[in-house]
């Protein structure tokens, strides 16, 4: 069959999540290797988005691969409450790269359960139920998930969502709710305002009524929002103060991505619970993880922990994530990562001098986002968020997938999460064809065309 006809047969009978079925952005997708992939016909594309943000150790790695047929050969599958030798060495592995004191680790079939799993261990141990998390953030598509997401993929579902979770605001610099002008405005200022407000949210809902503070550790979908030092230092003190537990979520910020193993480690705190999915099997096999405190996990030691789903613990999932830290060990990603990433700040900064549409670029390790506005002044989005594309993105879009580049923007945000094996040359190929892209929308606020 031609790539026509396995996407005819694709469209004809399966059901496409996140789009509308009549027209959803499918590409017929035939093979992978390191940091590209290719379509039916041999195109090209550089993998700007490593898939869905998860695939940390590029494509087509054979040291997982190997290590996923051999569990296949072993044992396929064991139930959920069933000891493997796969379970075994990755609860040891993930104690070695956690911080001390976070040893007990709960596996899910992803991010979203993870973070359920998180609120049901959070309000068992407290003893209490709100959760608190932030208005720019998404933490998962599944109902409960949904409710603990800020942004506006929540409002479609709700009220039916879970109940109990409280919004607040989120340290964003460029688009900051308490400093419309930040000029003059320190770094120590701006993050005291934004624990201020969270505090003054802990005290009118009640600290006796909070089991936990969830936050994605640096921003991701929303826009790689990086927190300013002190922040998340003020959030485990508050925290601290109130007794209420830190979980953070590092289903996309985690592994690598940011040139530290965990985000959470860039500011020196230690959480209660992380969350984690994505990059903890490179995408090899669905796997999301849940870490805890030991003292959490001895609250459970005479009592039901009452949660889990037939394929928690799957052994494929397991050899794949045990193989797949293996690999972000052994070949140095996590400092490839910080070594990237600082090259890779120096572009963003330089098409930012370069394009008026650019209106802010921010990154910390290979995570990075460039912000497209209208005009500089003003700061308005270049196609408002969650919102169809306006003409002018849809050029940039469309322009940066002929070119063979796949990369996600949401809304007026281009995303920039490659694989952590990627070379300076293989960036510069893809920001090469951004800048070309950019100068589209320049071209369109310079003669007034922007809807
Ligand atoms: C920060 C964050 N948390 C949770 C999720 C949900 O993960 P999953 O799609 O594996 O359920 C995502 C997915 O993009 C995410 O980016």
């Known amino acids: 069959m031609n790539q026509e006809e396995w996407l005819g047969l694709s469209l004809k009978h399966n059901f496409?999540?996140?789009?509308?079925?009549?027209?959803?952005?499918?590409?017929?997708?035939?093979?992978?290797?390191?940091?590209?992939?290719?379509?039916?016909?041999?195109?090209?594309?550089?993998?700007?988005n490593s898939m869905t943000m998860c695939v940390n150790i590029g494509h087509g790695n054979t040291r997982v691969q190997d290590a996923m047929i051999a569990q296949i050969r072993e044992l396929t599958f064991a139930g959920p409450h069933m000891s493997t030798r796969a379970?075994?060495?990755?609860?040891?592995?993930?104690?070695?790269?956690?911080?001390?004191?976070?040893?007990?680790?709960?596996?899910?079939?992803?991010?979203?359960?993870?973070?359920?799993?998180?609120?049901?261990?959070?309000?068992?141990?407290?003893?209490?139920?709100?959760?608190?998390?932030?208005y720019r953030s998404y933490h998962g598509a599944t109902m409960g998930a949904m409710a603990l997401t800020g942004d506006a993929r929540r409002l479609h579902w709700e009220p039916s969502v879970m109940p109990g979770v409280v919004h607040f605001i989120d340290p964003y610099r460029y688009r900051s709710a308490f400093y419309r002008?930040?000029?003059?405005?320190?770094?120590?200022?701006?993050?005291?305002?934004?624990?201020?407000?969270?505090?003054?949210?802990?005290?009118?809902?009640?600290?006796q009524t909070i089991a936990g503070i969830l936050l994605e550790t640096v921003t991701g979908t929303n826009g790689i929002i990086i927190p300013p030092d002190g922040y998340l230092q003020g959030v485990r003190a508050l925290c601290d103060k109130y007794k209420i537990l830190v979980i953070t979520d590092e289903v996309m910020c985690g592994f690598g991505r940011t040139g530290e193993m965990f985000a959470f480690e860039h500011w020196g705190i230690v959480p209660d619970i992380i969350t984690m999915a994505k990059g903890i099997t490179s995408g090899y096999a669905p796997l999301g993880a849940v870490?805890?405190?030991?003292?959490?996990?001895?609250?459970?030691?005479?009592?039901?922990?009452?949660?889990?789903?037939?394929?928690?613990?799957?052994?494929?999932?397991?050899?794949?994530?045990?193989?797949?830290?293996?690999?972000?060990?052994?070949?140095?990603?996590?400092?490839?990562?910080?070594?990237?990433?600082?090259?890779?700040?120096?572009?963003?900064?330089?098409?930012?001098a370069a394009h008026p549409c650019v209106g802010e670029v921010r990154s910390i390790g290979l995570f990075g986002a460039i912000e497209l506005v209208k005009d500089r002044e003003?700061?308005?989005?270049?196609?408002?968020?969650?919102?169809?594309?306006?003409?002018?993105?849809?050029?940039?879009?469309a322009y940066l997938a002929e070119n063979g580049i796949y990369i996600k923007n949401t809304g007026h945000m281009l995303l920039i999460i490659p694989p952590l094996i990627i070379t300076d040359a293989q960036l510069e190929e893809g920001l090469a064809v951004i800048d070309a892209a950019l100068q589209l929308a320049d071209e369109d606020i310079a003669l007034g065309q922007v809807e």
């Open 16 to 48: 496409w999540t996140w789009s509308s079925q009549g027209s959803p952005d499918v590409i017929h997708v035939n093979r992978a290797e390191g940091v590209y992939f290719w379509d039916e016909m041999g195109k090209r594309f550089l993998d700007f």
């Open 87 to 134: 379970r075994a060495l990755l609860g040891q592995k993930l104690a070695e790269i956690m911080p001390d004191g976070i040893d007990h680790f709960l596996y899910t079939l992803g991010g979203a359960d993870a973070n359920e799993n998180a609120v049901k261990l959070a309000r068992d141990c407290t003893g209490k139920n709100k959760i608190l998390t932030r």
């Open 378 to 397: 003003s700061r308005a989005p270049l196609t408002a968020f969650g919102k169809p594309l306006n003409a002018t993105m849809k050029k940039v879009t």
């Open 291 to 352: 870490a805890m405190r030991s003292e959490i996990a001895a609250y459970y030691k005479d009592r039901q922990f009452v949660g889990g789903l037939t394929y928690n613990g799957h052994p494929v999932s397991l050899a794949a994530a045990l193989a797949n830290i293996n690999v972000i060990q052994e070949d140095h990603l996590v400092e490839n990562a910080a070594l990237r990433g600082e090259w890779l700040k120096q572009k963003l900064t330089a098409l930012k």
């Open 181 to 207: 002008n930040m000029e003059g405005v320190t770094d120590v200022q701006f993050t005291q305002a934004y624990l201020d407000h969270l505090e003054e949210i802990i005290q009118c809902e009640g600290p």
